[in-house]
């Protein structure tokens, strides 16, 4: 399991176990809060295609699916 501390979340960099699409590597662009101002979800972008999606940011914790950092 990743340690995902969610204040340091925003332009921290991960790698996907497994490619789709060529898309391995990420970056956190923005952070969703709700109004209590707190993070909610997390909006990453592939580095290869800039392509963005949405993920709750504690499925980063799944270290069979993501890796902190580039690998």
Same mark, same amino acid.
């Not at 996907?16 to 490619?19: G, I, P």
């Given at each position: 399991m990743n340690q995902v501390n969610p *204040?340091?979340?925003l332009n921290s960099k991960w790698t996907?176990?497994?490619?789709v699409n060529k898309e391995k590597h990420f970056i956190?662009?923005?952070?969703? *809060?709700?109004e209590e101002d707190t993070i909610i979800g997390c909006s990453i972008e592939a580095v290869i295609n800039h392509n963005q999606y949405q993920i709750n940011w504690r499925e980063l914790k799944n270290s069979t699916v993501w890796r902190y950092g580039w690998q």
């Open positions: *204040k340091h979340l996907k176990t497994e490619v956190i662009v923005e952070l969703l *809060k709700d």
